[in-house]
């Protein structure tokens, strides 16, 4: 079932397998372009990109097949109404006048996400209470009973997005957010988000052809994403059955275990044939990154070292170096001035013509101490935290590094 608007008026139609419709998925700052290649890559037509999302269409098979494998993809949501509304009343009456039974069940349960802007509906929460109360009036109303709200698992996460006074009610498909991939058995004190993760390795260029290395891996999140994409693992692969369409009425089970059986079958198909190291000074995260690698069993991929960065030379050839170093936030370091400028020593004296390096860190104060200039610098987002990531390129003797006057 597919909600539409038509005209000014919120009409419904019966959804098919091969019906196509609106989507949007959701990502992270300067991650657009990247989740736009992945769902073109998957099928998806008529794509736009936005502010941290991308439009496309595409039927329920896409649907399913963009939950399962895009890597960059928070949340995949189906829109479902759009309507105007100039005051808490006529937002009210609109969402009243929606047909909410035929998604929902009296005895069903649901919650509202709620993003506003503009002048005339300036607090979220007071719309998101506003719809709710719109949607469970009608139940009452109509069948003297009401769904009930639940926060933690709902069998529907509707997203209430509001610009001034145009308003557009969304179908997360996805529940949990994307980046919960289900391979974590253990984490540091700093994890990097894995969405974000795997959006750092596609910023930077990881095609699976070279030798990758974090040489601050903690416990392992980068390591994961690479091997995942160098074995062609889909990005929920370890999930489970956890998502949200598999709670919806139109959910098909066999187009489901249609499109997950042909993604599994990729495994493996990419004949990798480089090398994927990881080491930290930390021996009690190199262990939870090893129960992570165990669990997804590609602990036969990884090879971790414990011990000293500055001590421990990249694998031979061409390697990619992507890596999260502390920022002084949550890791605590006592001089993390001092820190960045072994890391620039390190990549001086270490690494060679083979190696392209790049970190991400929010200090722009330490950054300016790893002495080198920086080729490219990207903008990202870690949790809070504005970031930039990094991009190093390094020469051998004959070629002095260029220094950095200012990174920022």
Known sequence: ??????????????????????????????LEEVLADELRQLGAENINITTRAVEFEGDMRLLYRANYCCRTALA?????????????????????????EQILDCDGTFMIDSTTSGEVFTHSYYAA????????????????????????????????????????LLLNSSGDSLHKRGY??????????????AGLLKLAGWNCTTNFYDPMCGSGTLLIEAAMMANAVPAQYYRG????????????????????????????????????????????????????????????????????????????GKTLIVTNPPYG???????????????????????GKDCEVWLITSD????????????????????????????FELYDGSKKAKYQSDAE
């Open 1 to 30: 079932m597919i909600i539409q608007k038509n005209r000014g008026k919120v009409v419904t139609s019966t959804g098919t397998p091969r019906e196509k419709f609106k989507m949007v998925a959701k990502t992270m700052v300067n």
């Open 76 to 100: 995949i949501l189906k829109p479902f109404a759009e309507f105007e509304a100039h005051d808490d009343q006529e937002l009210y009456d609109q969402v009243y006048r929606l047909r909410w």
């Open 129 to 168: 209470l506003k719809t709710k109360d719109a949607i469970v009036d009608r139940f009452r109303r109509n069948f003297g009973k009401r769904p009930s709200i639940d926060t933690e698992q709902p069998e529907y996460k509707f997203n209430l997005h509001i610009r001034d006074t145009h308003v557009t």
């Open 184 to 197: 974590r058995q253990g984490v540091g004190v700093a994890p990097i988000n894995e969405v974000l993760a």
């Open 241 to 316: 059955n956890r998502f949200g369409f598999m709670r919806w009425k139109e959910f098909n089970l066999g187009e489901w275990k249609s499109v997950k059986a042909e993604e599994d079958r990729k495994i493996g198909s990419l004949d990798f044939e480089g090398e994927i190291w990881g080491n930290d000074i930390d021996e009690k995260v190199i262990e939870q990154c090893e129960k992570n690698l165990e669990y997804t069993k590609l602990h036969h991929d990884v090879m971790l070292h414990i011990g000293d960065f500055a001590e421990q030379d990249p694998p031979e």
């Open 329 to 351: 936030e949550r890791i605590k370091v006592e001089d993390l001035n001092a820190l960045y400028t072994k890391l620039g020593d390190t990549f001086k004296q270490r690494y």
């Open 364 to 391: 722009f104060e330490a950054m300016k101490h790893i002495g080198l200039h920086p080729s490219k610098k990207i903008a990202v987002q870690n949790g809070a935290l504005d970031c930039r990531f990094l991009r």
